[in-house]
């Protein structure tokens, strides 16, 4: 296949705009850059709120929130099947190519990999995050994850660390696993228009409050900096179970005027925090890659984290100290940063983090994937539930019937809804404002789902 061959894309996830996090980051940035070298993107996520239906965001991008709504974690309840005659109208419609499936524990993810595959399409599945291997919801995940990903067509990971998590879980080969970092839009995070003066040095935490994210860690080592530092202050942004004893340690310590929790932070005000700081600190006890510390050093601040997971592959030496999760060990890192602060130049990190991180890089990498994974044969039912048999005496043969099912399944909804009664949405090409052209995609029939006006 040429590589200039334009692709149609659907990306599949229970995390999409209008929540806010690194995955849903991922999916709009690289969709938008996949859009500019005219390639037609295409969203599926599940309803939010009253956002459900047919929505078009910046460039064109077309989203389809279908009406399931969330069960757990923004996750939507499993249903092996339901999903199936929703999932095959959308892929006739758009004309879709290739399926792109984002998180392990996205449900919707999983099962649109499921049926996208027993309908003959290729597949690409990105893992955003790190597991481990013991706990009890640990070892039913990677089974899941060893299902999805047995007949996957290629893989990507967001960190070298992240990769070697994804084979071990799964038993995918090496060779089928890429490594494209996540990216961060410098356009938008950038530093203070003047630099900051260091009588009052400012410490910024922009996290959820949760155990995976550290919080912990942050009730013992605030205390300790600010007693050592008279001139440190605080600003802690973020929510999550863990804020009752960040504010319970602020009050134990009396701490009211030193540390200031924002709640919440909207992500277009996050940059707005980032510049009224001097050190960003990342106290995550598991992370595959952090794009928070990536829009932190664009803005110009100095990074001080644990060093877990995918995180030592983020930045240079120079611009960031890593530590281990102990607060012990966090409190030194944080003084070292301190006394480094004056060689550091928040302009010159910017210009370097424009250089190392590009989301049109990301998707330029993630276009070679593509080209790769429609260059791959094609195989029957046969040869495909040979793989699921591997996985096990007894899930193995579950998975195979699961399989066998959803394509029966298939085969019924040709017989009953012929894929040539359904509508196909029609092309439209308009010029941009550069004067090249944009694929974009509009229809009027609503026989599908209810077209919402944005």
Not at 133 to 153: C, E, P, R, W, Y
Not at 224 to 250: A, S
């Amino acid at each position: 296949m040429d590589d200039q061959t334009k692709h149609r894309i659907l990306m599949v996830s229970d995390f999409f705009y209008p929540n806010f996090g690194g995955v849903e980051n991922h999916i709009y940035y690289l969709s938008q850059c996949l859009l500019k070298l005219g390639h037609k993107v295409v969203v599926m996520t599940h309803a939010y709120g009253n956002r459900s239906g047919v929505r078009y965001m910046t460039g064109g991008l077309k989203v389809y929130y279908i009406p399931w709504r969330p069960f757990l974690m923004q996750n939507t309840l499993p249903t092996f099947y339901f999903t199936l005659p929703i999932m095959r109208t959308i892929l006739v419609r758009e004309k879709i190519s290739l399926v792109h499936g984002h998180q392990a524990f996205s449900t919707l993810c999983h099962e649109a990999i499921m049926h996208a595959r027993t309908m003959g399409y290729k597949v690409v599945f990105t893992d955003h995050s790190l597991y481990g291997f013991a706990d009890v919801g640990s070892i039913h995940m990677n089974k899941v994850l060893q299902f999805t990903l047995a007949d996957v067509t290629q893989a990507i990971c967001v960190s070298h660390t992240s990769k070697e998590n994804t084979v071990l879980r799964s038993g995918l080969p090496p060779g089928k696993v890429f490594v494209i970092p996540n990216a961060v839009d410098t356009a938008i995070f950038t530093p203070a228009p003047e630099r900051l003066g260091t009588d009052e040095i400012v410490i910024i935490v922009i996290s959820r409050l949760v155990y995976r994210k550290g919080a912990d860690l942050l009730v013992e080592v605030i205390p300790e900096v600010c007693r050592l530092y008279p001139n440190v202050r605080f600003v802690v942004g973020g929510d999550g179970p863990k804020r009752v004893r960040l504010e319970q340690m602020r009050e134990k310590h009396s701490l009211q005027d030193r540390v200031e929790m924002l709640g919440s932070v909207p992500h277009s005000q996050v940059r707005s925090v980032l510049i009224t700081g001097h050190i960003f600190l990342n106290s995550s006890l598991t992370e595959a890659f952090c794009i928070a510390i990536l829009e932190a050093a664009s803005c110009g601040l100095l990074t001080v984290s644990t060093r877990v997971g995918g995180v030592p592959e983020v930045l240079p030496d120079d611009m960031i100290v890593l530590a281990e999760p102990d607060p012990g060990d966090m409190v030194q890192a944080i003084k070292k940063a301190i006394s480094l602060l004056p060689m550091i130049d928040p302009q010159v990190m910017h210009v370097r983090m424009k250089n190392l991180y590009s989301w049109h890089d990301v998707a330029k990498r993630t276009e070679i994937v593509y080209n790769r994974a429609l260059r791959c044969s094609n195989q029957n039912l046969l040869d495909r539930l040979s793989r699921y048999l591997s996985c096990g005496s007894w899930a193995g043969k579950l998975f195979c019937l699961v399989m066998i099912i959803d394509f029966l399944l298939w085969h019924l909804l040709q017989l009953w809804q012929p894929a040539k009664d359904i509508d196909e949405v029609p092309d439209f090409v308009f010029p941009n404002q550069q004067g090249t052209e944009r694929r974009k995609t509009f229809s009027e029939d609503s026989s599908l789902i209810h077209v919402s006006k944005a």
